[in-house]
């Protein structure tokens, strides 16, 4: 039950939770060095992988390229931050970061090919194709090893920011459970502000402490020691209201977060357009066909081929394994539905025992599931190998030959039955409009412990946002969930 504000829990978090208002928290400058540190090796080593490759050895005439080893990564760095890859708004989470990188090497490239053209520099264009995007890689990947670094804290409840939520009841109630589900945000809710002083319906479930109503938001942060304030859409809060409370919170550089409802719908795709001085949120249009859908299905095609080839020893281990332990074929097809309604047959490795269908209905009343699905962890009809395929998601992998023909992607929605499809609303059709996925946003986030709502949403959002850096931010986070199985039975 919610404890009263006299009683209410007071959260600690560390020792960063003391000094909010005294610079960025230890943790926060340990990953910013870490990074700064990365991207100069990234330049080093880019550099001299560059020179080694197209020189082989230091002589006078490689004395101009040899000086690139020292200023390459001073370059790097200015390139980066010139990209904004440096700011605290696309660092932590989401593929902002990485696009960034992309975007200076890029840029860099450019750079270097028109001043070379311009002043007519006799440049090596090997060395310049070898070091640029050496280094855009390995800041990539450093990146992604410092984010899974901090990710990993977030999950023992360390390097979290302080969190005042402001809105109604029922909304506040709804953030906190999802950031509870999604500790990566870095994100702890230590106290809420709502249009009335005391809670009186979902917050009543929580132990979050409620510090009055929207007037006493800044005594709340105060109280809470709290570095981030998040406004949910609520019409007590206006505009007046929200440029005095952003007043209020700059002077203690508190960060204030307005999350609105159009954000899930459209992301990156809303730009402000000032119209006689009112701004105006434009709402692109998702962008599902065109150049970019051409890019996604040479990047499925190819990546599928080389994956084949690579895990071909696994499959036929697999395959072999099956065969012995329990009778039956290896592979397991079945009509699933694609982009735009159209069924396919989908290929699995065979995890469950022949009559798996027929003893579904002596089962069903044991479902663990929330949704169309059925999922229960100790499924009595999976066979002893299908127990580990299952856990590390190889009995998935022979989807790999549906991707080569054009029936799936390599990331997307989650392949759904035609009886799940009979039973989706309106709003869950829109997951048809692009081809389902081995990976997606829902596996990386959870699996099967996801609730069923919450696996719809994350479908939606995905077709909502698509573009190739949040296929390859997927596609890193499904290695880290394929060993790290949880959820997947």
């Not at 510090?211 to 938001?217: A, K, L, V």
């Not at 206006?238 to 159009?262: P, T």
């Not at 499959?315 to 069924?343: M, N, V, W, Y």
């Amino acid at each position: 039950m919610h404890d009263s504000p006299a009683k209410g829990r007071v959260y600690s978090i560390g020792p960063q939770a003391t000094r909010p208002y005294g610079g960025p928290p230890a943790w926060q400058r340990k990953y910013f060095a870490g990074i700064i540190g990365s991207d100069i090796a990234a330049g080093v080593i880019g550099a001299a992988l560059a020179f080694f490759a197209r020189f082989g050895h230091f002589n006078d005439g490689t004395r101009v390229y040899a000086l690139a080893l020292i200023a390459m990564p001073a370059v790097w760095i200015a390139v980066l931050g010139l990209s904004r890859a440096f700011e605290k708004r696309y660092l932590f989470v989401g593929t902002e970061e990485y696009q960034r990188i992309v975007h200076a090497a890029v840029a860099l490239t450019a750079a270097v090919a028109l001043v070379s053209y311009g002043l007519e520099l006799p440049t090596s264009r090997v060395f310049v194709l070898i070091a640029i995007p050496t280094a855009a890689a390995i800041s990539i990947v450093a990146r992604f090893g410092w984010r899974k670094w901090l990710h990993h804290m977030r999950r023992d409840g360390r390097c979290m920011k302080r969190v005042v939520l402001v809105g109604h009841e029922s909304s506040v109630a709804a953030l906190i459970v999802q950031l509870r589900r999604e500790h990566y945000h870095g994100l702890k809710v230590v106290a809420a502000c709502l249009p009335t002083e005391r809670p009186r319906g979902a917050l009543l479930d929580f132990d979050t402490r409620v510090r009055g109503s929207f007037d006493r938001i800044a005594e709340a942060v105060a109280a809470e020691r709290a570095d981030t304030v998040i406004v949910l859409g609520c019409p007590e809060i206006d505009g007046q209201a929200l440029r005095r409370l952003a007043w209020k919170l700059e002077r203690s550089e508190v960060d204030l977060i307005v999350a609105s409802a159009l954000v899930d719908v459209a992301g990156d795709r809303t730009t402000v357009r000032p119209v006689d001085g009112l701004p105006m949120l434009h709402l692109d249009h998702a962008r599902l066909t065109g150049v970019r859908r051409l890019a996604k299905e040479a990047v499925d095609r190819v990546g599928a081929a080389l994956l084949l080839l690579a895990l071909s020893p696994l499959l036929l281990s697999a395959a072999f394994l099956i065969r012995c332990t329990s009778p039956g074929p290896a592979l397991f097809k079945q009509e699933r539905i694609g982009k735009d309604g159209q069924p396919f047959t989908i290929w699995k490795f065979r995890t469950m025992h022949l009559d798996a269908e027929r003893r579904l209905a002596d089962i069903a009343h044991l479902n663990e599931g929330d949704g169309v699905l059925f999922k229960m962890k100790d499924d009595p009809r999976i066979t002893v190998v299908g127990k580990y395929l299952r856990r590390f998601s190889i009995d998935e992998f022979p989807q790999l030959v549906n991707v080569l023909r054009g029936d799936m992607s390599l990331v997307g929605p989650r392949p759904p039955l035609a009886i799940e499809v009979a039973a989706y609303e309106s709003d869950m059709r829109r997951r048809l409009a692009v081809k389902p996925g081995m990976t997606g946003l829902w596996q990386v986030s959870g699996r099967s412990d996801l609730p069923w709502e919450e696996a719809v949403r994350l479908d939606l959002r995905y077709v909502e946002h698509w573009n190739l850096s949040l296929d390859f931010v997927i596609l890193l986070r499904t290695v880290t969930a394929i060993l790290r199985p949880q959820g997947a039975y």
